[in-house]
């Protein structure tokens, strides 16, 4: 008998599931310090050409581990509530796109 058939089966593979690049509150302020001042949209293109992120195409999700330090617009597919919250709290705006 092959081997893939005597080894048990043993979890679940979700084929619906969402694979997200996450990104922390903490490197989305660090870099936004280092870029100029006049750029306050953030979007996944954005967020690439800062090395955030791997790909521009793949869902973007904005995590709230970390502290936003200055105003902009944040562009991403996912936003959790506390990152929603310390953006608004910071003067920022939420935008959801979608891919």
């Keep these: 008998m092959p ?4 080894v048990p ?3 679940f593979t979700n084929i619906f599931r969402k694979e997200f690049q996450v990104v922390n509150l903490s490197a989305l302020s660090k870099a936004l310090e280092k870029s100029e001042a006049s750029e306050n949209v953030i979007s996944p293109q ?3 050409e800062m090395g955030l992120i791997s790909k521009a195409d793949r ?3 904005i995590l ?13 597919n996912a936003f959790s509530q506390k ?14 796109v979608k891919c």
């Design 83 to 96: 990152a929603k919250e310390k953006i608004e709290a910071a003067g920022g705006k939420v935008e959801v």
């Design 59 to 61: 869902s973007v999700k």
């Design 64 to 76: 709230g581990d970390g502290e936003m330090k200055g105003t902009a617009l944040v562009q991403a």
């Design 9 to 11: 089966k043993r979890g």
């Design 3 to 6: 081997l893939q058939r005597r």
């Design 46 to 48: 954005k967020l690439r």
